[in-house]
């Protein structure tokens, strides 16, 4: 059974600097990886969407990485702001499935 | 639809009654899916629908849990004699296509308060 873990579960930083958040899952036969931000109370709004054969996708100053072989992806946030305060969920979809398996996110703080 | 519609934003209801959740997809999207989030949990997978074929159903918790999606649209999940155990956000998302390499859009869920 495919299980998807997020470190740290909380990161604060000051405004303006760059942060890394981490994503591992334990099942390499993936189809795609997702990221997702959560904003209180709100549903989930896609960021990046990572094939299997692909190894990075950037939007911006976001950039996401995938080692499908280690079972890790790593999103990477540049210039930080404020309003990137929100929860961020990581997700793989199963080879031939339709289902997403989602780790329970980090709640990343950006302090002005 | 610009984008996934769902209602209501907030539900609250005594333990033992009946709740339905609605789920409007964006158009032209084929794939519609029901997530369940409870606080301190990831989001958990209930149930797939894909064009006109048979729903996976393979998530949902109990019999106390049923789905339907009208016309290839319009998705009620409905919720029979309720539990504190319920109480959580219940998110929908649809797709171009039954695989997810189109990638998911989520609605802002409902959540769901048993008292």
């Known amino acids: 059974k495919q299980e998807v873990t997020q470190i740290p579960a909380a990161l604060s930083v000051p405004e303006g600097e760059n942060l890394v958040l981490n994503c591992s899952f334990t099942d390499s036969a993936i189809y795609n990886l997702q990221w997702f931000r959560q904003d209180p109370g709100k549903g989930l709004t896609s960021l990046l969407l990572i094939q299997s054969s692909q190894r990075e996708q950037t939007s911006g100053r976001l950039n996401a990485s995938l080692d499908k072989s280690s079972g890790r992806s790593t999103l990477y946030i540049a210039a930080s702001q404020p309003g990137d305060s929100a929860t961020y969920l990581c997700?793989?979809?199963?080879?031939?499935?339709?289902?997403?398996?989602f780790g329970k996110g980090t709640k990343l703080s950006v302090i002005p | 639809g610009a984008g996934v519609s769902q209602s209501p934003s907030n539900k609250v209801t005594e333990k033992g009654k009946d709740v339905e959740l609605r789920c409007d997809p964006i158009?032209?999207?084929?794939?519609l899916y029901w997530y369940r989030q409870s606080l301190g949990q990831g989001l958990e997978f209930l149930i797939y629908f894909q064009g006109n074929s048979a729903p996976d159903k393979s998530g949902l918790p109990s019999d106390r849990f049923s789905a339907e999606r009208t016309g290839g649209s319009v998705s009620t999940l409905t919720i029979q004699r309720t539990q504190q155990e319920d109480s959580a956000v219940y998110l929908c998302?649809?797709?171009?296509?039954?695989?997810?390499?189109?990638?998911?859009?989520f609605g802002s869920g409902t959540r769901l308060t048993v008292v």
């Open positions: 158009s032209g999207h084929t794939a």
């Open positions: 997700a793989v979809s199963g080879a031939g499935s339709y289902q997403l398996t």
């Open positions: 998302a649809s797709s171009l296509g039954a695989v997810a390499n189109y990638g998911y859009t």
